[in-house]
């Protein structure tokens, strides 16, 4: 039997096409295949357990009321389910029930058992296995981690340890060691930790005696190494044993102590991120949310002569939505009470309540209390009514108007009066509402409270508000102050419901009253008044108030209220006798849905008339009443007494009025008519709205008091047309307003859907959260459909497995695998069209769906037999499939599966030679269970996530992290049994491809030792890697292959572990790396220049390596040399020996970097001299080149970094240039010369020092044409960032002839556009870019040791200023040295040394320039040249010959200090030596020449500004003509110039050259001054004559010192004339 299903995958949001799958029938399957017959041990798991239903009764809890709900014939309850399902259980009605006793023997079937399934017993339905299931959700999952604690041993990460305090017993072992074979791991205990670490000296501890080893102290370095603690030896390393044994040995210790069930160590998943879940219920309860006890203690206006009602609810001002009915109180004295006698028959006790229960589900900060009163209608509107109690005249005539219309119109009432209260302020414990300060007292209703001394309330828990001790006691409120304010504006729902459960009781008296608007009725009207209330506006200053006194006692509610009846008027338990004033519930109409089942009896009906509209009606309709009746039948005595009565009246009536609006045709109304509902409705039931016109006025003719003017009626919600008294069709307004056709037409038949066909039907149009809040609990919707195919997959595992045997693959997704298994196949068949997508929250949804099942098999006991979980798991095999197949997916969720480009691996944590990306966070955290074995600082974590942190139980966190580490630990285990498992099936294989798989493998391995593992998993990870590279070796020493360096970095790194074990094994398996590759060839250059490269980078870069802990393991591989008694007779121990002590060497030089981490100048100085100590070993020194252009890019430095970039392509292309022919290469450094000539240092390499055929030697991925290419884009990159972009060319002229000799014209297309963008940017930011600062820094003292009289140039950013530097210095140097010893010399003489204190170290710091000679000016030409490859730098320092700095203009020197550097700046450096230091003295008058030739040149450059700069332009004329400046120019000419005019002295080529200069300086300022009277408007004429006659007097008073002259005749002519031309001066 064949059912054909058509399937719509679909996956929150993400949907594929419809495919066609033929689904086998199962049941025949078992039941007529042999197949399946054959494994008839496993039998029952195919079908139904027999006994997973479990029912039982559950008796219902305790009534609230005296006696049960009955609905008798005046009532009934909307129409309720006979059960409900929640999570695993079904809660049914106990039919058998006979204790409650209905009074509706008449009403029908339906009825009755709809009213009698509120006091009925539950029926539970359990279903035993569901817990199996993945949508369980109310298991102890607590509980469950705890035992999953106690049942697994605790790992120890490395990471773990890195801020313990550890004291210094470095040989104290937690584990022993165990005769083992070569490839052995280090014994733990099983059950409690598996650590094997004992060390514990700080990480970043420094070296004592080796720190200080000087670079080639053979001697001192072989002595501090030999005098170092080793780790201790795996026994039995060197041992020949077969591989097979060690292959088993290896097995048997991975699989100890492993975990049976690896889901059970996933983390929990958050609520939001479960695919499916049954969300656990307790059995159904009446709902109550947080309930506020209100008592009204007194209401007194200033005039008491007639009766006013007060009506009480809840708004809720930002929802805009009442919260609650109305309660109604009566607090008039019984001689007012007595004007109403004719129109009260009685009162029931009842409706005489003084205090309420307000019910919030949903506490807001926006919700207020709301008073309302109203009094008795008469003659006037609101304003004529209230006018009296606001004065005192005519009291007698208003006390006898009040007699009268009580007695006349006593049923009919009118607006009067209302407050608001304001709750949040009740709360946290100051008044209602809140004022401003300068606020008329008179003009707002006012408030003041309590706080009630009452003892369950003592231990009152204050808000954000402060302490209660500052509340006043009682009288008017203090003013709010506006930080008072905010708080409080800023609280939080959650805050609210917090309080209101806690706040203390409050009795708060209201002292005044709003006068209601007869135009301002609504509940709009309202809404808005409440916001201004909240923040008080000048529209509060409007209304006007009457005096009087409200008493209100507010408290939360205790947990038994006596007299209290419920919103039906039903006594509730206790209700001792009826002498006791009741209390009423009060019902919420919560401002958001309760999704709660109802599960007390409760049928009304609320009913509330907005507005009329009779303005078109002509006739007396001005005062109109409403009148609502619930009426069954046609006569006025069918009307019913179910509406509930207000205050001091009856509990029913059979009619209600409305508040009526004096003269008002269109009037507003509030009103609420709360009708019982009847248990059985018919078609005779109907509402009947009545509409009168109320006669106020007194006349000596009585009128009829009331006017009929029309009505409408409808049964129960449905309304029948509107009809005037005469029957005349009228258009209604408001909730009346829309015009109905007879609704009395027959209803069309129509067709009767299916629950679960109408629920499938909205299930499918649904959208946005709908939509998914339907996806998350689809087992409801699911359960309420007919099952159509329940066990056609039931038995899927175990009905195709002889099939999958006998077809022999059913590891992928097709239509076969699809038919015999159904379900698993439309899941999986999800999962691959999810990832298909770009939505990485449909990734993170599919997979956890995938997830939960695999949980859910995993700790099913039923499948615990190795069997039954082996055929369950066969049911997953697609799924690796469709991992390979959805590998872009894995590394970024914005990618499709087609076209992925993966950029090359950089650092560490990619797989080493690998071309993939790294895996993207979201999707491995939700694979892992949003989970990832990482070590995290409370800095890295957002607010919110330390504020979690911080809430969590330190037990708690201790607790996951037990188990992450467990999970950690069992998947990287199950990685080495995979690869262990592929390794031995290549061995079987002779195919080719088994040398790539191995190469995978051994990646996989390294990749796994670059992750933070536990101490076990690493030390399995080095006996399968010992294992591997001995059946293996060419896998590391192919030529072609880069696995050797990348290994060696790898067990370098673990060399410098905290956890002794650790380093054992990684200093077993580098020195058997040593041995067989001296085995291969009797020399192991290769692992030897690899190991030193790796050793370089890892104390380059790693800032978290113990040299310590690394210096043990030289010591340890240095024993393992001499313990190995095969190879003593060779040269390989001697070998080892150099290696070893050559390393320490390197680590005593290099480890000196830390002392210098805080002075980057320092640091890199050290770097650059280690590099410099590599210059004989390219692949090192390139190593620290990359080194420090990594610290560079730190600090950006881009300039240095891009540079140390062109050292290595230099350096490269040196090698490249020895070994191959190609003219499109670079001819070593001689190429690179334009960009720096610094670059000739890596000429250095050549035939005589280094021979590139060297075994090991320049073996790097750089040292090849793709590596050199790589280094030059990376230095253009670096130089663009740097704002270089004119070095940008000269690099990328090397790089183009490469690309175009290989016709990568994709690499020259971009090439030329980053080409194009630089010299864009050159032309764009002309004049605006801005180049390094240059400081000299001169250090003298012993305390500085070498840098004891040194003098350096300091390349600094942009914008540095001196002080900044001066700051920054000072501060590095008094950390280190102490204040006292620090001193910083403020001027640039030169220094005394002979008077400086040997106890002071003193710094020098002067801003210095670039300096240039005449003829470099000609190449010099553009500001990057005047700023780029510059070795000459120059101060000035101004003094006189009495010593003072500064003098008269005739005595005044100046020193200038020109300053050559060893190497040009930039450099890889960003401070160089000086090497030679000259200074030139300059004479008075060659002062004054320098400076006149400097105001010139300033004059030119403003001139030369395109577009011109009117603003520049003036500030510099201004400082060379203005009036205040003018003594400057002129004061130079007198000095130097007057007595050469007069003849008095002879004229000297310093004297010529000061009149040229001045010439050349009159000249410009004309033409400055041209060219502003062009850029200048109208409003600035005025300031252009101003220059202009200061520029004369400036050339009238210069002109007889220019003029007489023995050689020269300078004519100054005056042209001033009416074009106010300007003098020219020429020279005859």
């Given at each position: 039997?064949?059912?054909?299903?058509?399937?719509?995958?679909?996956?929150?949001?993400?949907?594929?096409?419809?495919?066609?799958?033929?689904?086998?029938?199962?049941?025949?399957?078992?039941?007529?295949?042999?197949?399946?017959?054959?494994?008839?041990?496993?039998?029952?798991?195919?079908?139904?357990?027999?006994?997973?239903?479990?029912?039982?009764?559950?008796?219902?809890?305790?009534?609230?009321?005296?006696?049960?709900?009955?609905?008798?014939?005046?009532?009934?309850?909307?129409?309720?389910?006979?059960?409900?399902?929640?999570?695993?259980?079904?809660?049914?009605?106990?039919?058998?029930?006979?204790?409650?006793?209905?009074?509706?023997?008449?009403?029908?079937?339906?009825?009755?058992?709809?009213?009698?399934?509120?006091?009925?017993?539950?029926?539970?339905?359990?279903?035993?296995?569901?817990?199996?299931?993945?949508?369980?959700?109310?298991?102890?999952?607590?509980?469950?981690?705890?035992?999953?604690?106690?049942?697994?041993?605790?790992?120890?990460?490395?990471?773990?340890?890195?801020?313990?305090?550890?004291?210094?017993?470095?040989?104290?072992?937690?584990?022993?060691?165990?005769?083992?074979?070569?490839?052995?791991?280090?014994?733990?205990?099983?059950?409690?930790?598996?650590?094997?670490?004992?060390?514990?000296?700080?990480?970043?501890?420094?070296?004592?005696?080796?720190?200080?080893?000087?670079?080639?102290?053979?001697?001192?370095?072989?002595?501090?190494?030999?005098?170092?603690?080793?780790?201790?030896?795996?026994?039995?390393?060197?041992?020949?044993?077969?591989?097979?044994?060690?292959?088993?040995?290896?097995?048997?210790?991975?699989?100890?102590?492993?975990?049976?069930?690896?889901?059970?160590?996933?983390?929990?998943?958050?609520?939001?991120?479960?695919?499916?879940?049954?969300?656990?219920?307790?059995?159904?309860?009446?709902?109550?949310?947080?309930?506020?006890?209100?008592?009204?203690?007194?209401?007194?206006?200033?005039?008491?002569?007639?009766?006013?009602?007060?009506?009480?609810?809840?708004?809720?001002?930002?929802?805009?939505?009442?919260?609650?009915?109305?309660?109604?109180?009566?607090?008039?004295?019984?001689?007012?009470?007595?004007?109403?006698?004719?129109?009260?028959?009685?009162?029931?006790?009842?409706?005489?309540?003084?205090?309420?229960?307000?019910?919030?589900?949903?506490?807001?900060?926006?919700?207020?209390?709301?008073?309302?009163?109203?009094?008795?209608?008469?003659?006037?509107?609101?304003?004529?009514?209230?006018?009296?109690?606001?004065?005192?005249?005519?009291?007698?005539?208003?006390?006898?108007?009040?007699?009268?219309?009580?007695?006349?119109?006593?049923?009919?009432?009118?607006?009067?009066?209302?407050?608001?209260?304001?709750?949040?302020?009740?709360?946290?414990?100051?008044?209602?509402?809140?004022?401003?300060?300068?606020?008329?007292?008179?003009?707002?209703?006012?408030?003041?409270?309590?706080?009630?001394?009452?003892?369950?309330?003592?231990?009152?828990?204050?808000?954000?508000?402060?302490?209660?001790?500052?509340?006043?006691?009682?009288?008017?409120?203090?003013?709010?102050?506006?930080?008072?304010?905010?708080?409080?504006?800023?609280?939080?729902?959650?805050?609210?419901?917090?309080?209101?459960?806690?706040?203390?009781?409050?009795?708060?008296?209201?002292?005044?009253?709003?006068?209601?608007?007869?135009?301002?009725?609504?509940?709009?009207?309202?809404?808005?008044?409440?916001?201004?209330?909240?923040?008080?506006?000048?529209?509060?200053?409007?209304?006007?108030?009457?005096?009087?006194?409200?008493?209100?006692?507010?408290?939360?509610?205790?947990?038994?209220?006596?007299?209290?009846?419920?919103?039906?008027?039903?006594?509730?338990?206790?209700?001792?006798?009826?002498?006791?004033?009741?209390?009423?519930?009060?019902?919420?109409?919560?401002?958001?849905?309760?999704?709660?089942?109802?599960?007390?009896?409760?049928?009304?009906?609320?009913?509330?008339?907005?507005?009329?509209?009779?303005?078109?009606?002509?006739?007396?309709?001005?005062?109109?009443?409403?009148?609502?009746?619930?009426?069954?039948?046609?006569?006025?005595?069918?009307?019913?007494?179910?509406?509930?009565?207000?205050?001091?009246?009856?509990?029913?009536?059979?009619?209600?009025?409305?508040?009526?609006?004096?003269?008002?045709?269109?009037?507003?109304?509030?009103?609420?008519?709360?009708?019982?509902?009847?248990?059985?409705?018919?078609?005779?039931?109907?509402?009947?709205?009545?509409?009168?016109?109320?006669?106020?006025?007194?006349?000596?003719?009585?009128?009829?008091?009331?006017?009929?003017?029309?009505?409408?009626?409808?049964?129960?919600?449905?309304?029948?047309?509107?009809?005037?008294?005469?029957?005349?069709?009228?258009?209604?307004?408001?909730?009346?307003?829309?015009?109905?056709?007879?609704?009395?037409?027959?209803?069309?038949?129509?067709?009767?859907?299916?629950?679960?066909?109408?629920?499938?039907?909205?299930?499918?149009?649904?959208?946005?959260?709908?939509?998914?809040?339907?996806?998350?609990?689809?087992?409801?919707?699911?359960?309420?459909?007919?099952?159509?195919?329940?066990?056609?997959?039931?038995?899927?595992?175990?009905?195709?497995?002889?099939?999958?045997?006998?077809?022999?693959?059913?590891?992928?997704?097709?239509?076969?695998?699809?038919?015999?298994?159904?379900?698993?196949?439309?899941?999986?068949?999800?999962?691959?069209?999810?990832?298909?997508?770009?939505?990485?929250?449909?990734?993170?949804?599919?997979?956890?769906?995938?997830?939960?099942?695999?949980?859910?098999?995993?700790?099913?006991?039923?499948?615990?037999?190795?069997?039954?979980?082996?055929?369950?798991?066969?049911?997953?095999?697609?799924?690796?499939?469709?991992?390979?197949?959805?590998?872009?997916?894995?590394?970024?969720?914005?990618?499709?599966?087609?076209?992925?480009?993966?950029?090359?691996?950089?650092?560490?944590?990619?797989?080493?030679?690998?071309?993939?990306?790294?895996?993207?966070?979201?999707?491995?955290?939700?694979?892992?269970?949003?989970?990832?074995?990482?070590?995290?600082?409370?800095?890295?974590?957002?607010?919110?996530?330390?504020?979690?942190?911080?809430?969590?139980?330190?037990?708690?966190?201790?607790?996951?992290?037990?188990?992450?580490?467990?999970?950690?630990?069992?998947?990287?285990?199950?990685?080495?049994?995979?690869?262990?498992?592929?390794?031995?099936?290549?061995?079987?294989?002779?195919?080719?491809?088994?040398?790539?798989?191995?190469?995978?493998?051994?990646?996989?391995?390294?990749?796994?030792?670059?992750?933070?593992?536990?101490?076990?998993?690493?030390?399995?990870?080095?006996?399968?890697?010992?294992?591997?590279?001995?059946?293996?070796?060419?896998?590391?020493?192919?030529?072609?292959?880069?696995?050797?360096?990348?290994?060696?970095?790898?067990?370098?790194?673990?060399?410098?572990?905290?956890?002794?074990?650790?380093?054992?094994?990684?200093?077993?398996?580098?020195?058997?790396?040593?041995?067989?590759?001296?085995?291969?060839?009797?020399?192991?250059?290769?692992?030897?220049?690899?190991?030193?490269?790796?050793?370089?980078?890892?104390?380059?870069?790693?800032?978290?390596?113990?040299?310590?802990?690394?210096?043990?393991?030289?010591?340890?591989?240095?024993?393992?040399?001499?313990?190995?008694?095969?190879?003593?007779?060779?040269?390989?121990?001697?070998?080892?020996?150099?290696?070893?002590?050559?390393?320490?060497?390197?680590?005593?030089?290099?480890?000196?970097?830390?002392?210098?981490?805080?002075?980057?100048?320092?640091?890199?100085?050290?770097?650059?001299?280690?590099?410099?100590?590599?210059?004989?070993?390219?692949?090192?020194?390139?190593?620290?080149?990359?080194?420090?252009?990594?610290?560079?890019?730190?600090?950006?430095?881009?300039?240095?970094?891009?540079?140390?970039?062109?050292?290595?392509?230099?350096?490269?292309?040196?090698?490249?240039?020895?070994?191959?022919?190609r003219t499109y290469l670079p001819i070593g450094c001689v190429t690179f010369q334009k960009i720096s000539p610094n670059v000739l240092e890596e000429s250095a390499v050549s035939d005589d020092v280094v021979s590139p055929d060297e075994e090991g030697i320049c073996t790097g991925k750089y040292f090849s044409e793709s590596g050199l290419v790589g280094l030059l884009e990376q230095a253009a990159s670096s130089f663009s960032i740097a704002s270089m972009y004119e070095a940008v060319n000269d690099?990328?002229?090397?790089?183009?002839?490469?690309?175009?000799?290989?016709?990568?014209?994709?690499?020259?297309?971009?090439?030329?556009?980053?080409?194009?963008?630089?010299?864009?940017?050159?032309?764009?930011?002309?004049?605006?870019?801005?180049?390094?600062?240059?400081?000299?820094?001169?250090?003298?003292?012993?305390?500085?040791?070498?840098?004891?009289?040194?003098?350096?140039?300091?390349?600094?950013?942009?914008?540095?200023?001196?002080?900044?530097?001066?700051?920054?210095?000072?501060?590095?140097?008094?950390?280190?040295?102490?204040?006292?010893?620090?001193?910083?010399?403020?001027?640039?003489?030169?220094?005394?040394?002979?008077?400086?204190?040997?106890?002071?170290?003193?710094?020098?710091?002067?801003?210095?320039?670039?300096?240039?000679?005449?003829?470099?000016?000609?190449?010099?030409?553009?500001?990057?040249?005047?700023?780029?490859?510059?070795?000459?730098?120059?101060?000035?320092?101004?003094?006189?010959?009495?010593?003072?700095?500064?003098?008269?203009?005739?005595?005044?020197?100046?020193?200038?200090?020109?300053?050559?550097?060893?190497?040009?700046?930039?450099?890889?450096?960003?401070?160089?030596?000086?090497?030679?230091?000259?200074?030139?003295?300059?004479?008075?008058?060659?002062?004054?020449?320098?400076?006149?030739?400097?105001?010139?040149?300033?004059?030119?450059?403003?001139?030369?500004?395109?577009?011109?700069?009117?603003?520049?332009?003036?500030?510099?004329?201004?400082?060379?003509?203005?009036?205040?400046?003018?003594?400057?120019?002129?004061?130079?000419?007198?000095?130097?110039?007057?007595?050469?005019?007069?003849?008095?002295?002879?004229?000297?080529?310093?004297?010529?050259?000061?009149?040229?200069?001045?010439?050349?300086?009159?000249?410009?300022?004309?033409?400055?001054?041209?060219?502003?009277?062009?850029?200048?408007?109208?409003?600035?004429?005025?300031?252009?004559?101003?220059?202009?006659?200061?520029?004369?007097?400036?050339?009238?008073?210069?002109?007889?010192?220019?003029?007489?002259?023995?050689?020269?005749?300078?004519?100054?002519?005056?042209?001033?004339?009416?074009?106010?031309?300007?003098?020219?001066?020429?020279?005859?």
């Open positions: 039997m064949l059912d054909s299903m058509i399937t719509a995958q679909y996956i929150h949001g993400h949907m594929t096409a419809y495919t066609l799958v033929i689904v086998h029938d199962v049941k025949l399957n078992i039941q007529y295949s042999p197949k399946i017959l054959e494994y008839r041990p496993h039998a029952h798991l195919l079908e139904f357990p027999p006994d997973d239903i479990e029912v039982g009764v559950i008796v219902r809890g305790k009534i609230r009321t005296v006696h049960p709900s009955s609905g008798g014939s005046g009532q009934t309850e909307t129409v309720f389910t006979c059960g409900i399902m929640f999570g695993n259980m079904w809660y049914g009605i106990n039919r058998v029930d006979r204790d409650c006793v209905y009074m509706w023997a008449d009403s029908e079937p339906h009825v009755r058992d709809c009213v009698h399934c509120y006091t009925a017993d539950w029926v539970g339905v359990c279903r035993r296995y569901q817990c199996y299931s993945s949508s369980y959700n109310i298991r102890d999952k607590v509980a469950e981690r705890i035992n999953v604690v106690r049942a697994t041993p605790k790992q120890t990460f490395e990471i773990d340890l890195e801020d313990e305090a550890q004291n210094d017993g470095m040989d104290s072992q937690r584990s022993s060691v165990v005769e083992t074979p070569r490839a052995s791991v280090v014994e733990v205990s099983p059950r409690s930790s598996r650590s094997s670490s004992g060390d514990v000296t700080p990480r970043n501890s420094t070296a004592s005696a080796g720190c200080e080893t000087p670079r080639g102290s053979w001697a001192s370095s072989v002595f501090d190494l030999r005098n170092s603690r080793a780790d201790p030896l795996l026994p039995g390393l060197l041992d020949k044993v077969p591989v097979e044994y060690v292959d088993r040995f290896n097995e048997s210790r991975r699989q100890q102590d492993r975990q049976e069930a690896l889901f059970s160590l996933y983390p929990l998943q958050e609520e939001e991120e479960i695919v499916e879940r049954r969300l656990p219920a307790d059995i159904p309860a009446e709902h109550s949310g947080h309930r506020i006890l209100v008592k009204c203690s007194a209401l007194k206006l200033e005039l008491e002569v007639e009766p006013h009602f007060g009506i009480m609810a809840l708004y809720d001002a930002k929802e805009k939505k009442k919260i609650s009915e109305n309660f109604y109180f009566d607090l008039n004295p019984e001689p007012i009470k007595k004007m109403l006698a004719a129109h009260v028959p009685h009162q029931d006790f009842s409706t005489l309540s003084r205090s309420c229960i307000f019910n919030i589900t949903y506490p807001s900060p926006d919700i207020f209390l709301v008073v309302k009163l109203e009094k008795i209608l008469q003659q006037g509107d609101i304003s004529e009514s209230a006018e009296p109690y606001m004065k005192d005249d005519k009291r007698d005539k208003v006390r006898a108007n009040a007699q009268y219309y009580c007695e006349r119109l006593g049923q009919y009432c009118m607006p009067f009066a209302w407050t608001a209260i304001y709750l949040t302020n009740i709360v946290k414990g100051v008044a209602s509402l809140e004022r401003d300060s300068d606020s008329d007292a008179g003009s707002i209703a006012s408030s003041s409270l309590e706080r009630k001394s009452v003892p369950n309330f003592d231990s009152f828990k204050q808000g954000k508000s402060g302490s209660t001790a500052s509340l006043p006691r009682r009288g008017s409120l203090e003013r709010l102050r506006s930080s008072g304010s905010e708080k409080r504006r800023s609280w939080s729902p959650e805050e609210a419901s917090a309080n209101l459960e806690c706040f203390r009781p409050v009795t708060l008296t209201v002292s005044s009253f709003f006068k209601q608007e007869s135009e301002k009725l609504s509940d709009e009207d309202l809404y808005k008044f409440l916001v201004d209330l909240k923040r008080p506006t000048s529209g509060l200053k409007k209304l006007k108030c009457i005096p009087g006194t409200l008493k209100l006692d507010i408290s939360p509610c205790p947990e038994e209220v006596k007299y209290c009846l419920t919103p039906e008027l039903a006594r509730l338990d206790p209700y001792p006798d009826d002498k006791g004033r009741p209390t009423k519930e009060i019902l919420e109409f919560p401002s958001k849905e309760v999704f709660v089942p109802h599960y007390v009896y409760r049928n009304l009906l609320y009913v509330y008339p907005k507005n009329l509209n009779f303005a078109s009606r002509a006739g007396s309709a001005r005062n109109i009443a409403v009148k609502v009746q619930f009426i069954a039948g046609e006569g006025d005595h069918n009307a019913l007494p179910v509406i509930f009565g207000k205050s001091s009246c009856p509990d029913y009536r059979n009619h209600a009025y409305a508040a009526v609006t004096y003269h008002n045709k269109y009037p507003d109304f509030y009103e609420e008519v709360k009708v019982r509902m009847p248990a059985v409705l018919d078609i005779q039931h109907h509402l009947l709205f009545t509409f009168f016109h109320i006669s106020c006025q007194k006349k000596v003719e009585q009128t009829p008091i009331e006017t009929p003017i029309g009505y409408t009626a409808g049964r129960v919600t449905l309304y029948d047309s509107f009809y005037d008294a005469d029957g005349r069709g009228m258009e209604r307004t408001g909730s009346m307003r829309t015009t109905y056709e007879n609704i009395y037409s027959t209803v069309k038949p129509h067709y009767r859907k299916l629950v679960h066909e109408e629920i499938a039907l909205q299930w499918v149009v649904s959208s946005g959260s709908v939509r998914e809040t339907a996806l998350t609990n689809a087992w409801f919707c699911f359960e309420l459909m007919p099952s159509i195919a329940s066990s056609q997959s039931a038995g899927s595992a175990l009905s195709t497995l002889s099939a999958q045997r006998d077809s022999g693959n059913f590891a992928e997704l097709t239509l076969d695998y699809k038919q015999q298994h159904y379900l698993v196949g439309l899941v999986l068949s999800d999962l691959s069209s999810a990832l298909d997508g770009m939505n990485s929250s449909v990734h993170n949804r599919a997979i956890n769906l995938v997830r939960n099942l695999l949980t859910c098999h995993d700790s099913d006991p039923r499948y615990s037999e190795p069997e039954c979980k082996n055929r369950v798991a066969a049911l997953y095999l697609p799924l690796l499939s469709i991992v390979m197949d959805s590998l872009c997916q894995l590394h970024d969720a914005s990618l499709s599966a087609k076209g992925l480009q993966a950029p090359p691996a950089d650092g560490a944590d990619h797989l080493p030679g690998s071309q993939t990306h790294p895996i993207n966070q979201n999707v491995a955290m939700a694979i892992a269970g949003s989970w990832s074995y990482q070590r995290s600082s409370d800095d890295s974590l957002d607010p919110f996530q330390q504020q979690f942190r911080l809430h969590r139980p330190r037990a708690e966190i201790d607790n996951d992290a037990h188990i992450e580490g467990n999970l950690s630990t069992e998947v990287s285990l199950l990685i080495l049994d995979m690869l262990e498992f592929i390794v031995q099936q290549t061995e079987k294989s002779d195919t080719l491809q088994g040398s790539s798989l191995l190469g995978g493998v051994l990646r996989v391995l390294q990749h796994m030792l670059a992750c933070s593992q536990s101490e076990l998993v690493l030390q399995n990870i080095f006996a399968s890697q010992r294992s591997l590279v001995f059946k293996f070796p060419e896998l590391l020493f192919d030529e072609e292959t880069e696995q050797c360096a990348d290994l060696c970095l790898r067990l370098l790194t673990h060399c410098s572990s905290s956890l002794s074990s650790i380093r054992s094994q990684a200093s077993a398996s580098l020195y058997l790396l040593m041995r067989q590759n001296f085995e291969i060839g009797n020399n192991f250059a290769r692992v030897k220049m690899q190991v030193t490269m790796s050793l370089s980078s890892l104390v380059g870069t790693n800032q978290k390596f113990n040299e310590e802990y690394l210096r043990r393991s030289l010591k340890t591989i240095l024993l393992y040399a001499e313990e190995d008694t095969d190879l003593q007779e060779t040269t390989f121990p001697e070998q080892v020996k150099d290696l070893v002590f050559n390393l320490h060497m390197i680590l005593s030089d290099t480890v000196k970097m830390k002392e210098f981490q805080e002075d980057p100048e320092m640091l890199i100085d050290l770097m650059y001299r280690i590099a410099k100590g590599y210059q004989a070993s390219p692949d090192l020194r390139l190593t620290w080149l990359q080194n420090m252009a990594g610290k560079h890019s730190e600090r950006n430095n881009h300039a240095e970094a891009a540079l140390c970039l062109v050292h290595s392509a230099a350096l490269v292309a040196e090698y490249l240039h020895m070994i191959e022919d690099v990328y002229r090397i790089l183009i002839p490469i690309h175009e000799a290989n016709k990568d014209y994709k690499k020259l297309a971009s090439l030329h556009g980053k080409l194009n963008e630089a010299f864009t940017k050159i032309v764009h930011q002309q004049g605006k870019r801005m180049f390094s600062c240059f400081y000299r820094v001169g250090f003298y003292g012993n305390k500085f040791g070498d840098l004891d009289g040194e003098e350096f140039i300091y390349k600094e950013q942009p914008f540095v200023k001196l002080p900044e530097i001066t700051h920054r210095l000072e501060s590095f140097y008094i950390e280190r040295y102490g204040q006292a010893s620090i001193h910083t010399i403020k001027d640039s003489n030169n220094v005394d040394r002979t008077k400086l204190n040997p106890d002071i170290a003193y710094i020098q710091i002067t801003y210095v320039e670039p300096y240039f000679d005449l003829h470099e000016f000609r190449d010099r030409t553009t500001d990057f040249e005047k700023n780029y490859n510059i070795r000459r730098f120059v101060y000035a320092t101004p003094f006189t010959p009495d010593g003072r700095a500064h003098g008269q203009l005739g005595e005044q020197y100046k020193r200038k200090t020109i300053l050559t550097t060893t190497q040009s700046l930039p450099y890889v450096r960003t401070r160089i030596q000086v090497q030679e230091r000259k200074q030139i003295v300059l004479t008075p008058i060659e002062v004054a020449i320098e400076d006149i030739q400097k105001k010139t040149v300033e004059l030119g450059d403003a001139l030369m500004q395109d577009p011109p700069d009117p603003k520049i332009l003036q500030m510099v004329i201004q400082g060379c003509i203005g009036t205040t400046v003018n003594q400057g120019p002129m004061e130079v000419a007198l000095v130097f110039l007057a007595d050469i005019a007069d003849g008095s002295k002879p004229a000297t080529k310093h004297h010529n050259k000061l009149r040229l200069c001045f010439k050349e300086f009159i000249r410009r300022c004309g033409d400055a001054l041209r060219r502003n009277k062009s850029l200048i408007g109208p409003e600035q004429r005025e300031y252009q004559k101003e220059l202009e006659r200061n520029y004369k007097s400036l050339c009238d008073k210069l002109w007889p010192m220019l003029a007489n002259t023995a050689r020269n005749t300078i004519k100054i002519k005056d042209q001033y004339n009416n074009d106010n031309s300007y003098s020219k001066v020429t020279v005859a």
